[in-house]
């Protein structure tokens, strides 16, 4: 079976476009703060499952780490621990330097990880395993890497999060195949991670599922998410200037609100 492609699991795209620096991430993420209207926190969530997992773990790691929100939370979590964030973008790792300074920060690639088989407690791995176009090769090492008692928490988006916003950006005429295109999340999503994570030689031991919703107050506000957005073909004049996305936009469509949803997914692993 050929393996899934798209932009999250190009790696030219993923260490270019992407996450070379920390600016589309921070757009992203800002657009799509200030447009959630319902869900818990993902960072809460996650250090709240991993103190109902494991509250006594002493070495953990946040796979994936981005820009270190789940790093801080963890953290705080667990003081008393030795905590270390793991990237593959040293320009994120940077932005977890100045935030959480007291953490060790690795760059590297979660198919082969840095760090020493059995000797870790903890592992967290959020809204990253997408970006493989192997997860389970990835699941395995970090599998390698826990202690034989150790834990394991990943989480990931539903492979039709955003839905509604691909359907309107097809239908603005900006980018017409956006609706059929496959899912940025289409290798590790809600529906396949627990069957992706047995045949990586782990044990489901929970599972948690959050409806997230978001609704964009207006053209603009769409804008700035979609330009964000690597699965739309919207030309580099359009995905470098969200006012100029969003005159675009509202030539085609009514500027009212728009609202979409993405289910979030918490698995709780561990080592059989």
Do not use: W
């Amino acid at each position: 079976m050929a393996t899934p492609t798209s932009p999250f699991t190009d790696r030219a795209i993923v260490r270019g476009q992407l996450y070379a620096t920390p600016d589309r991430l921070n757009d992203r993420t800002n657009a799509l703060r200030r447009a959630k209207i319902s869900g818990p926190n993902a960072a809460v969530t996650l250090a709240t499952l991993a103190a109902e997992t494991l509250p006594t773990a002493r070495r953990i790691i946040d796979i994936g780490c981005g820009q270190g929100t789940s790093t801080l939370h963890l953290a705080r979590q667990y003081p008393a621990a030795a905590v270390c964030a793991v990237d593959l973008s040293p320009a994120l790792l940077g932005v977890v330097r100045q935030r959480v300074p007291e953490c060790e920060q690795i760059a590297g690639d979660f198919h082969h990880l840095p760090i020493a088989s059995a000797s870790i407690d903890l592992a967290v791995a959020a809204f990253c395993l997408y970006h493989s176009p192997h997860p389970r090769r990835a699941l395995a090492d970090i599998a390698r890497c826990l202690h034989r008692d150790g834990r394991l928490i990943v989480a990931t988006k539903s492979a039709d999060s955003y839905r509604t916003i691909d359907i309107l950006m097809s239908r603005s005429g900006l980018d017409p195949e956006a609706s059929r295109r496959a899912s940025l999340y289409q290798t590790f999503h809600s529906a396949n991670a627990g069957v992706v994570a047995i045949t990586a030689a782990l044990r489901v031991l929970r599972r948690v599922d959050e409806v997230h919703t978001f609704r964009f107050a207006d053209l603009e506000h769409l804008a700035q998410y979609a330009a964000t957005n690597p699965n739309y073909h919207l030309g580099p004049e359009l995905t470098a200037d969200p006012a100029r996305l969003a005159a675009a936009l509202r030539e085609r469509l009514p500027d009212t609100t728009a609202t979409t949803t993405s289910t979030v997914t918490y698995l709780v692993l561990e080592r059989p």
